[in-house]
């Protein structure tokens, strides 16, 4: 039991990229082909998601169109951006979260600060930020570099990024605006602040020109998980996005993670933990597995050795390579890290040849792949649920609308039916139904201290 009195629930989050999660996504028959640039789509898979009491709409963003289309699957080379598309997207749902990614790399923290802020205004305080720390030379070569800064560099520019970005949200108290018109008093001078922030990275005055967020700070998503990763996520995340293919490794990061954010002073039990799961589901076993036949039947070659490439960070040449012989080494880069290793890993752990390798990624690029019938499907996300491996797991259908469809209608009822999955949202904003706590502004907090001293 929580100390609230109930019992703890599985959170979750739905990945839906328009054009799919898959690499031949794009050329299923139930697909949309233009999904990926398709608003009404979009707004289709939000209303799903909804109904399906999902707390969150995901979505992960390209600052180039180089990975998405040297991976395969040319439905990931051009799409919407994620703010503008949830800001959208808000006034036909209610409930539902809309957490969009942004980088720490590319992006000031002062236009970041505005857009998020502004996107949690606008939808009521259901808005959240994934920070990444965009790897590769090509999107460098987009912004003014010819090289991507490197990992570690990354990582510290994202720490004082995150750090600089929830002072400007900060920059205005709860009750700053007046707007009195008989009095003419349109906000309280008091209550407004500078941040006046000077580091190794940034320099930011302040303060934030739009007003503090609905929920005080938009709820910080973060998905890396290399040892710069996880340092990170300890100290700013309050929801961890992963990968892991089993349930040892999850519980490992679990715990790890747990641990960490004791030691930096944080509680816990507000940081959710969340693994990458794709789900194949059918009424029984044979029918979820002919599903997942049919999609990797649709994989050009090409595509998939491509992806293999791009996951190692454009390093591995696989043109003279039998794809039925094993995978070659590739060097490490500055690049995704952990998901280097982990694709490495995988081919190692399975034996898998070159074609088996891209088969298995294609789906879900390195998370857990889930294949079988609800109660299956279900069995497993509960195990890892009470196992200390997850609090909850980002949904990542492999093909839309189909797979969102099954996992909606087959297995929510299943988790339900154990009493593991909410069947109505327990608040209108994100962190209500994510169960975290508001923050405090602190400059509110430090006169109430200096009030009662008094």
């Known amino acids: ?231 990170l996520a300890a100290v700013s995340a309050e929801v961890i996005f992963t990968a892991h293919q089993n349930l040892a490794s999850a519980q490992e990061f679990y715990r790890d993670i747990k641990a960490r954010v004791a030691a930096a002073g944080r509680d816990p039990a507000q940081v959710l933990i969340m693994p990458g799961v794709a789900p194949f589901v059918g009424r029984t076993e044979e029918e979820a597995r002919a599903k997942y036949r049919q999609l990797n039947d649709l994989i050009l070659p090409e595509d998939g050795v491509a992806l293999l490439n791009a996951l190692a960070g454009q390093t591995l040449d696989l043109r003279d390579y039998p794809l039925d012989g094993p995978l070659p080494v590739a060097k490490e880069t500055e690049g995704m890290k952990s998901r280097q290793a982990l694709i490495r890993q995988i081919a190692d752990e399975h034996n898998f040849t070159i074609r088996q390798l891209y088969q298995w990624v294609a789906t879900a690029r390195g998370h857990y792949t889930v294949i079988g019938s609800a109660t299956q499907v279900a069995d497993q996300l509960e195990e890892w649920f009470t196992s200390e491996a997850a609090d909850g797991f980002n949904i990542l259908p492999p093909w839309l609308p189909g797979a969102l469809d099954d996992f909606v209608d087959l297995v929510i009822p299943e988790l339900q039916r154990r009493g593991l999955f909410r069947t109505a949202y327990e608040g209108r904003t994100l962190r209500e139904n994510l169960g975290l706590r508001r923050p405090d502004n602190p400059w509110t907090v430090a006169r109430s201290t200096v009030l009662a001293a008094e």
């Open 1 to 231: 039991m929580t100390t609230s009195g109930k019992s703890r629930q599985i959170k979750l989050g739905a990945f839906l990229p328009g054009g799919g999660q898959h690499v031949a996504a794009w050329r299923h028959p139930e697909s949309p082909a233009d999904g990926a640039t398709n608003f009404e789509f979009h707004r289709k898979l939000a209303l799903t998601a909804e109904r399906g009491l999902f707390d969150a709409y995901f979505l992960a963003d390209n600052l180039t169109v180089g990975l998405g289309a040297r991976e395969g699957g040319n439905a990931k080379i051009a799409g919407f951006e994620p703010v503008t598309l949830f800001a959208a997207l808000a006034p036909f749902t209610t409930h539902i979260g809309f957490i969009a990614t942004a980088s720490t790399t590319y992006e000031e923290p002062y236009t970041l600060a505005r857009k998020f802020a502004s996107l949690d205004l606008l939808t009521n305080g259901r808005a959240g930020w994934n920070v990444v720390t965009s790897a590769g030379d090509d999107t460098a070569r987009n912004f003014n570099r010819d090289v991507q800064p490197n990992h570690a560099e990354r990582y510290a520019r994202a720490h004082e990024h995150v750090e600089t970005v929830k002072a400007l949200w900060d920059s205005w108290e709860d009750d700053a605006f007046i707007r009195d018109k008989k009095t003419g008093r349109f906000y309280d001078k008091d209550r407004l602040h500078d941040v006046n922030h000077k580091g190794e990275h940034f320099s930011v005055r302040g303060p934030l020109n739009v007003p503090r967020p609905v929920q005080g700070h938009p709820v910080v998503v973060q998905a890396g998980q290399s040892e710069d990763g996880r340092g």
